[in-house]
């Protein structure tokens, strides 16, 4: 079965600094992937998608992931990181073969001044 | 667009009751999905709609869980007998193409 690995539940950073999540996936075949953020009290909103064709993607509010098909990964960068990322970040596959979304357990960004 | 709506968005209930949650998609959109969120973790699938077909079920919905979506617009979600294990926020989304769900703010059910 599908699953999902996101490696670290938080993260912490300087406002300013780099932003990676890390988002690793178990398929011999390649996925959709996403990448969702949840922001206190509110509802998940899609950050970005890679489906097919370049495998950089470019997502809202300066966030971009690179799908690496040797590495199973889909990791989440920002160059700088501003207060308002801080939220939890969620990594999710959706197989080939159905439209259910498969989510990993998340990540917790913290932003310090 | 007034986005996924959820209600009620607090529940709480006792052990064994019935619980019942609704759900009312963005309007034109054809695909209805329900996933639950317990703390720490991330969503994980339930059920799935297209129109009012039921396509597919998670192993992890018991037969104390049924969910409808009549007429094909919005869906209803219902728990029998809820147990506490039930505790959880349960999310629906909708979407018009597999690529992009919408999901509303969910409904946060406590069994007591």
């Known amino acids: 079965a599908q699953s999902?690995?996101?490696?670290?539940?938080?993260?912490?950073?300087?406002?300013?600094?780099?932003?990676l999540l890390r988002c690793n996936y178990s398929s011999s075949v390649p996925p959709y992937l996403f990448w969702y953020v949840q922001y206190p009290n509110q509802g998940l909103q899609l950050l970005l998608k890679y489906t097919t064709g370049a495998t950089l993607v470019k997502g809202i509010n300066g966030f971009e992931?690179?799908?690496?098909?040797?590495?199973?990964?889909?990791?989440?960068?920002?160059?700088?990181?501003?207060?308002?990322?801080?939220?939890?970040?969620?990594?999710?596959?959706?197989?080939?073969?159905?439209?259910?979304?498969?989510?990993?357990?998340?990540?917790?960004?913290?932003?310090?001044? | 667009d007034t986005g996924v709506s959820q209600d009620p968005r607090h529940?709480?209930?006792?052990?064994?009751?019935?619980?019942?949650?609704?759900?009312?998609?963005?309007?034109?959109?054809?695909?209805?999905?329900?996933?639950?969120?317990?703390?720490?973790?991330?969503?994980?699938?339930?059920?799935?709609?297209?129109?009012?077909a039921q396509l597919e079920k998670s192993r992890l919905l018991s037969d104390r869980f049924s969910a409808e979506r009549p007429k094909g617009s919005f869906s209803t979600l219902e728990i029998q007998r809820t147990e506490q294990g039930d505790s959880a926020m349960y999310l629906c989304a909708s979407s018009l193409d597999r690529l992009e769900q919408f999901f509303g703010p969910g409904t946060r059910l406590t069994v007591l």
């Open chain 1, 65 to 113: 992931a690179e799908f690496k098909k040797s590495e199973t990964s889909f990791h989440l960068t920002k160059p700088s990181a501003h207060m308002s990322d801080a939220a939890e970040y969620f990594c999710a596959v959706s197989p080939l073969d159905t439209d259910k979304l498969i989510f990993g357990t998340g990540t917790r960004l913290q932003v310090f001044p």
């Open chain 2, 11 to 52: 529940k709480i209930t006792k052990r064994g009751q019935n619980v019942t949650f609704r759900c009312d998609p963005i309007s034109e959109h054809n695909r209805l999905y329900w996933y639950r969120q317990t703390l720490g973790q991330g969503p994980e699938f339930l059920t799935y709609f297209q129109n009012e």
């Open chain 1, 4 to 19: 999902v690995t996101q490696l670290g539940s938080h993260v912490s950073v300087s406002e300013g600094a780099l932003v």
